[in-house]
């Protein structure tokens, strides 16, 4: 997703404001990471990273105030044009060469009260986010017991149905039929509702209803971590299904391997029953429990009270 610096300015997290210089603040913001520049004013340490936004904090606003003219001119330099944007935090006042140096240069110059560490914190955390890798599925997100589940399957099958049974059982609906999904470094994979679409749920044979409206607050999530991935398939009485649970399996979701499962369908079977069953035993298998494994391994393990018989 694109993000622009006048972005930064619409968050009330970050407290930002123009202190001067306005120009710029179309300028694209290319990579989460942000530097903090110290003793590169001194010009004794490597090159700045120009496609990072810089934070000037009491240190270095201090070292600025504390060179003459040309020498605050000197230590500028580094700030070349193409840099996003600059941030002076806590509410410091910026020096009148490092004013006259961001117009020259095109540079927005932005200010905060607060503290750099609480800044870099909280202005990392926003551009991960927002410039995450992201993709769109088709599917339904819901969280039971904490566990994220991805419900796939061809359109018809009865996804939104399950999900709407969870629900009344008590669980939570993220999205339906379209989901968001971010990767959030290194491979945390989150999924949300469409901004058009959230809260909603498709019933066949009813409509659209409004998760929200119906079953209260505490019935959605804004977003999820996901954590497992089941597709419903149309039941085929010759088909190869999963009957010891042996072998795990995953499926790949913006470069992530999410254990993954097919459930399936027909006609008497409880979907969201399984569903439920297998967010209790993806919570067991993080636990460190494989109920199947661990039976295989009692059957082919010989019983040491046998052998004394």
């Not at 202190?19 to 340490?45: C, D, F, W, Y």
């Not at 088909?239 to 254990?259: N, Q």
Request: net charge positive.
């Amino acid at each position: 997703m694109d993000v622009k610096v006048k972005d930064l300015l619409e968050q009330s997290t970050l407290a930002l404001k123009c202190v001067g210089v306005e120009s710029g603040l179309s300028n694209r913001i290319a990579t989460p990471r942000v530097q903090k520049p110290g003793l590169l004013l001194t010009g004794l340490l490597g090159k700045l990273h120009a496609d990072r936004i810089q934070i000037l904090g009491a240190a270095e606003i201090g070292y600025l105030r504390n060179l003459d003219t040309k020498g605050c001119k000197e230590a500028l330099g580094i700030l070349k044009a193409g840099i996003p944007a600059i941030v002076i935090t806590r509410g410091l006042k910026p020096p009148p060469q490092l004013l006259e140096h961001a117009r020259e240069k095109g540079i927005p110059l932005l200010g905060t009260p607060l503290s750099s560490s609480v800044l870099i914190e909280r202005i990392i955390k926003f551009l991960e986010t927002r410039l995450a890798p992201s993709t769109t599925l088709h599917g339904v997100l819901v969280d039971l017991l904490g566990i994220g589940i991805l419900i796939k399957g061809k359109s018809g099958i009865g996804k939104s149905e399950c999900a709407l049974e969870l629900v009344s059982r008590g669980y939570r609906l993220v999205a339906d039929d379209v989901v968001m999904v971010k990767r959030i470094y290194p491979s945390t994979l989150f999924g949300m509702a469409s901004d058009r679409i959230p809260y909603h749920l498709e019933v066949r044979g009813i409509g659209i209803v409004n998760i929200k409206d119906l079953f209260g607050i505490t019935a959605i999530r804004e977003k999820k971590q996901m954590d497992l991935v089941v597709e419903l398939i149309s039941w085929d009485p010759g088909g190869d299904y999963e009957r010891l649970g042996i072998e795990d399996r995953t499926c790949e979701i913006l470069g992530v391997e999410l254990p993954y499962l097919r459930v399936p369908v027909s006609p008497g079977r409880s979907v969201a029953a399984i569903v439920e069953i297998a967010a209790r035993n993806q919570l067991l298998k993080i636990m460190g429990h494989h109920s199947s494994k661990e039976l295989i391994e009692s059957l082919t393990i010989p019983d040491k009270r046998l052998e004394k018989v």
